[in-house]
C-alpha cells in the first residue's frame, strides 16, 4: 500500500448542509490578569506560573477540587488560562468559587514578597463544543464569546474603577450563564447581586447583554463608562417611576454602591433615597463627582457599617 492508498481525512461538512449531532455542552472559564504588560518583562514568567496554582488552590479551597482535576481541553494563554468543565458544576463556580478565589488571591498579594499583584477579570460562559479528546477540542463560537467578554469593556473598567487593595476579582456572565445558573435559582447568589451591562469589545464586531459579579466590590460601581448609559438611564427611570408610586412590573437590578473617600470610613450598606457620593481617589476613574438615586444594597463583607446621618459634616 502506498501513501496514496492512506484514506483520506474526512473534509469539514459544511455548515447548514446536513444535520449532525450537537457536541457536548460544556462551561468554560477563562480568566486574564490586570495589567499584565504593564509589568517588566522578567517577571511575566512569574506571572504565568502563578496564574494556574492560584487556580488549583481556589478550586481546592471551594471543595471543588473534582472541577480542577476533570478540567478539559486546558490551555495558558499567558497572561491567563482557560479550561472546559461539565456545566451542572456552573452553579457553584458563581459561588462558592469566585469568592473564594478573591480571598486566595487577597492572601496572594499580601503575602507576596515581590512586586507583583495579581488581579483577575474572570468569564464564565456555557455552550456546545467539541470535546473527544482531540488536540483541537474547544474550539467555537462559545469558546470565543468567553474571551470576547474577557475583554469587554464593562468588566476592564469594573476592576480598573475599584480599589487595587480590596476588590481582587471582577467576574463577567454570558447571558446563557446567567439565565440557567442565577435566574433559574440553582446558585447561591441572589439576581441581585448582579448587575446588567452591554458587553462590547473595542475594535471587535462584539455585542452581548452579559452580568457582572463583584465578591467584593469597591469604588462607585454606578458609573455610565461601566454600565453603559442605557442600563443607568433605564434604572434611574424605573426609580422614578417607583417613586412617583407606580407598580413596577420588574425590579430594577441592585447595584452596588461602596464609597471611601481620603480618610473617611468605608460608607457600605443599604443606600436608601437619594445620595451624593463624591469620588476622591487619585486612580483613573478618579476625580469624578456622582450624584443621583443609587438605588441598591451593598453586599459582601466590606468593611464597618457607618450608623447615623452621613451628611452631618456639611452642616
Known amino acids: 500500500m502506498t501513501e496514496f492508498d492512506q484514506p483520506m481525512p474526512e473534509a469539514s461538512a459544511l455548515p447548514y448542509s446536513r444535520s449532525r449531532h450537537l457536541p457536548p455542552y460544556r462551561g468554560i472559564v477563562a480568566v486574564d490578569a490586570k495589567d499584565f504588560t504593564?509589568?517588566?518583562?522578567?517577571?511575566?514568567?512569574?506571572?504565568?506560573?502563578?496564574?494556574?496554582?492560584?487556580?488549583?488552590?481556589?478550586?481546592?479551597?471551594?471543595?471543588?477540587?473534582?472541577?480542577?482535576?476533570?478540567?478539559?481541553?486546558?490551555?495558558?494563554?499567558?497572561?491567563?488560562?482557560?479550561?472546559?468543565?461539565?456545566?451542572?458544576?456552573?452553579?457553584?463556580?458563581?459561588?462558592?468559587?469566585?469568592?473564594?478565589?478573591?480571598?486566595?488571591?487577597?492572601?496572594?498579594?499580601?503575602?507576596?514578597?515581590?512586586?507583583?499583584?495579581?488581579?483577575?477579570?474572570?468569564?464564565?460562559?456555557?455552550?456546545?463544543?467539541?470535546?473527544?479528546?482531540?488536540?483541537?477540542d474547544g474550539n467555537g463560537t462559545p469558546r470565543n464569546d468567553t474571551h470576547r467578554l474577557l475583554d469587554s469593556r464593562p468588566v476592564k473598567a469594573m476592576l480598573a474603577a475599584s480599589n487595587a487593595s480590596i476588590t481582587q476579582v471582577a467576574a463577567i456572565l454570558s447571558d446563557r450563564c446567567y439565565q440557567d445558573a442565577v435566574a433559574g435559582g440553582f446558585t447561591g447568589r441572589h439576581p441581585d447581586h448582579f448587575i446588567e451591562v452591554p458587553a462590547t469589545v473595542e475594535g471587535k464586531r462584539f455585542d452581548q447583554r452579559a452580568w457582572l459579579y463583584v465578591p467584593t466590590p469597591s469604588g462607585n460601581l454606578y458609573d455610565r463608562r461601566i454600565l453603559g448609559d442605557a442600563v443607568v438611564e433605564e434604572q434611574e427611570g424605573r426609580a422614578k417611576r417607583t417613586a412617583d408610586g407606580s407598580t413596577e412590573q420588574r425590579r430594577a437590578p441592585r447595584t452596588a454602591v461602596n464609597q471611601r473617600g481620603n480618610g473617611s470610613n468605608l460608607n457600605a450598606g443599604t443606600v436608601h433615597g437619594s445620595q451624593t457620593v463624591t469620588n476622591v481617589r487619585g486612580d483613573s476613574y478618579g476625580g469624578d463627582r456622582v450624584e443621583g438615586h443609587k438605588v441598591g444594597t451593598v453586599n459582601g463583607n466590606l468593611g464597618d457599617i457607618v450608623h447615623g446621618d452621613k451628611n452631618e459634616h456639611r452642616r
Open 38 to 136: 504593564g509589568y517588566p518583562a522578567i517577571e511575566h514568567g512569574t506571572i504565568s506560573a502563578n496564574v494556574p496554582q492560584l487556580l488549583r488552590l481556589s478550586f481546592e479551597r471551594a471543595g471543588l477540587g473534582e472541577v480542577w482535576k476533570d478540567r478539559r481541553f486546558p490551555n495558558s494563554t499567558g497572561d491567563g488560562y482557560v479550561f472546559g468543565f461539565d456545566p451542572a458544576w456552573m452553579p457553584f463556580l458563581i459561588h462558592p468559587w469566585l469568592n473564594t478565589l478573591q480571598e486566595v488571591l487577597t492572601e496572594f498579594n499580601v503575602h507576596s514578597v515581590g512586586t507583583v499583584r495579581i488581579r483577575l477579570r474572570v468569564s464564565l460562559n456555557i455552550g456546545p463544543l467539541p470535546d473527544d479528546g482531540g488536540e483541537f
